[in-house]
Each structure stands twice: as C-alpha cells, then as structure tokens.
C-alpha cells in the first residue's frame, strides 16, 4: 500500500481540499497522509500564516492523519508554530533541516528540541483526552 501525501496549497479551501481526500478514498489503493501548509497573508512580515482552525476542522472531519508544514516559515517559528499545531490537533509537523547546501533550516540538535517538546505536548494532551500516545509509548 503507497502512502500518498495530500498537500493543501495556500490559496486552496477547506471544502476542496476535502474533495481531493474524498477522490483519493474512492481509489482505495493508498494510505492518505494530509499535510497544511497554511494560507497567504498580505503582510509583508508574515508571508504565510498557519491556519490552526483548518487543522481542527480536519480533525473533525476525517480520520486521516495530519502533519503541518513548517518549511514555510522563519525557522524561528518552527518550536512555536510546531506546538500550536499539536495543540489543534496535528498528528506531526515537515521541517526543513540545515544542510550544506546553505539552506536556512533547523540544526540537527533544534530539530530533536522542537520534537521532544511536541511529543511531550501530544503525550500530555492523549492522556487529558484518554486516549493511547502513538509512537513513543510511555
């Protein structure tokens, strides 16, 4: 079974970007992974703004699992908008990595930071909502 991840663009909405679960559950050959990359913003400051209310509405909606797109981002914002994300549900987040190839992503030892916050995060909020942790069983 092929894992597909279904990238919701900025400037896409929710009601579509459904649509485009729903075509993919009828094919039934993949495991369907969605990933939220936020929407576009007028302010020059802030490119991009994550949309925390699509990551709920997702949540509700199907049971597929969600991971939100940092990469997007001044990677100054990758901890906090990582944890908001967790916070309205996200199952995980994509962030980019600095390597050498000059890219302005995490180190390697940010990245173990950010994920260690959120799994104790996600840890905390299945247990408030009684249900099992996925991953790192404690």
Do not use: W
């Not at 050959?29 to 509405?57: M, Q, W, Y």
């Not at 940092?70 to 100054?76: F, G, I, K, L, V």
């Amino acid at each position: 079974e092929k894992t597909v991840i279904l990238n919701r663009h900025p400037l896409m909405s929710a009601d579509y970007f459904l649509s485009l679960v729903g075509y993919l559950e009828k094919g039934g050959r993949c495991k369907i992974v969605l990933a939220e990359n936020g929407a576009r913003s007028i302010d020059a400051f802030s490119p991009s703004l994550l949309d925390l209310s699509t990551i709920v509405t997702l949540r509700r909606l199907t049971s597929h699992p969600i991971l939100v797109d940092c990469s997007a981002y001044d990677p100054s914002y990758t901890e906090h908008l990582a944890i908001a994300a967790i916070a309205a549900g996200a199952d995980g987040i994509l962030a980019e990595v600095a390597g050498q190839h000059g890219n302005d992503g995490l180190s390697m030892h940010e990245l173990k930071g950010v994920m260690e916050r959120a799994d104790a995060l996600k840890y905390t909020l299945n247990a408030l909502n009684h249900q099992p942790c996925f991953g790192n069983e404690r």
